[in-house]
């Protein structure tokens, strides 16, 4: 069964909820920040927004830089989806730095932002690829 974008935030969500285990706070951060990077890149394909160019590192930096140039709210984007990714990063890789509950309920809560600016910004008409 397809899982969707909402499922991962709200999956996130009762993580949070529940006040639980620091693995299981960096899955929130985790899931939290995946249910926004696939969010923006479904928003950035309907504007039709430019792909990043190919020397763009990853399909992460790629989705943010097609927030970085174009369109309402696009810098905003694109600042808060890398803010997202640092702290991802960081309940990802790095085990030996401390996650705590607040920074987890925090960026959670975040995302549930971006969520909802995303939702806003894909009610815009495609951009004239013209």
């Known amino acids: 069964m397809p899982l969707s974008d909402q499922e991962l935030l709200e999956f996130s969500e ?7 285990s620091e693995t299981e706070l960096r899955a929130a ?3 939290g920040y995946y249910a926004a990077f696939h969010q923006a890149k479904a ?6 927004l430019p792909q990043a160019p190919a020397t763009s590192r990853g399909s ?3 989705v943010i830089h ?3 140039n174009l369109f309402l709210g696009n810098k ?13 990063v960081k309940a ?8 705590t509950l607040e920074e ?12 909802k600016f995303l939702s806003m910004l894909s009610l815009v008409s495609p951009i004239n690829k013209s």
């Open 43 to 48: 928003v950035a394909d309907h504007a039709g």
């Open 29 to 31: 951060i985790s899931r």
């Open 92 to 99: 990802d890789y790095q085990l030996g730095e401390e996650i």
């Open 60 to 62: 992460h930096e790629r």
């Open 76 to 88: 905003k984007v694109a600042a808060l989806l890398h803010k997202k990714k640092m702290l991802r």
């Open 14 to 20: 009762s993580i949070i909820a529940r006040g639980a």
């Open 104 to 115: 987890s309920r925090q960026h959670v809560a975040s995302c549930r932002k971006l969520s």
């Open 66 to 68: 097609r927030f970085n």
